[in-house]
């Protein structure tokens, strides 16, 4: 029964759309109709920029982003909390991080289309332990910024262009994030059990990305030899 409340309270917290709510906030518009469709923190500030402006964009994408770790941060304070109700901890943890990630990505309120799970997953781990966050996310950014010039066949890459790599270089950040999570297990490994769900879900969520990406870049590459 206790384990129950958790999984319904991290769900509940979880399926909170924040990238929804502010998007229609300052916007009007529904961020699940615009740019990739997706619920999260990268096409908020998609949104908000074509909308309002760089400017505007930056604010509105922090502001997402700050929510969507916090209501993830805040899942596992009340597991813990909650820990008096007569369970294992480590098996309470790991249920509210799943659960809080599955409510993010397919919220009861939205018609269970959601995100990707990726700021949840930041705030949980900076809750957990603020150097695990570096652990997990530093190969994420490294994979990104040497897959991007490779695949794009470019001889320099800028750390200008890290955001938007971020937001289109599926490829490195699907290898990223599978580094990040073995590195993950050295580093900690009871923080490795409560990530590796979470970290699951985020890939499954980024399939179809990866697939459309490499098919993009399949006819682009074909585009240019013709």
């Excluded at 009861?108 to 997953?121: E, N, S």
Aim: net charge positive; glycine share 10%.
């Amino acid at each position: 029964m206790a384990l129950i409340v958790i999984i319904v309270i991290s769900y509940l917290l979880g399926s909170i759309p924040f990238p929804y709510l502010i998007g229609k906030l300052f916007t009007g518009k529904d961020i699940r109709k615009s740019g990739s469709g997706n619920m999260g923190t990268l096409n908020t500030f998609r949104l908000l920029k074509e909308e309002k402006g760089t400017k505007a964009a930056i604010p509105g994408f922090l502001l997402v982003l700050i929510c969507d770790m916090g209501k993830a941060a805040l899942a596992l304070f009340l597991a813990q909390k909650l820990q008096f109700l007569g369970y294992d901890l480590t098996t309470g943890m790991i249920l509210s991080a799943a659960f809080a990630v599955i409510g993010h990505n397919w919220p009861i309120w939205l018609d269970f289309k959601g995100g990707r799970g990726a700021a949840c997953l930041m705030g949980m781990l900076l809750y957990l332990d603020p150097l695990s966050l570096l652990v997990w996310g530093v190969p994420i950014l490294i994979a990104s910024m040497i897959t991007e010039p490779i695949l794009e066949k470019r001889t320099t890459f800028k750390i200008s262009q890290l955001f938007s790599a971020l937001g289109t270089q599926m490829v490195g950040r699907a290898i990223g994030i599978v580094i990040g999570l073995i590195l993950l297990y050295f580093y900690n490994v009871q923080i490795f059990y409560i990530a590796l769900i979470p970290v699951i879900l985020l890939l499954i969520k980024n399939i179809d990305r990866v697939k459309g990406y490499l098919k993009e870049l399949k006819e682009k590459n074909k585009s240019i030899k013709n």
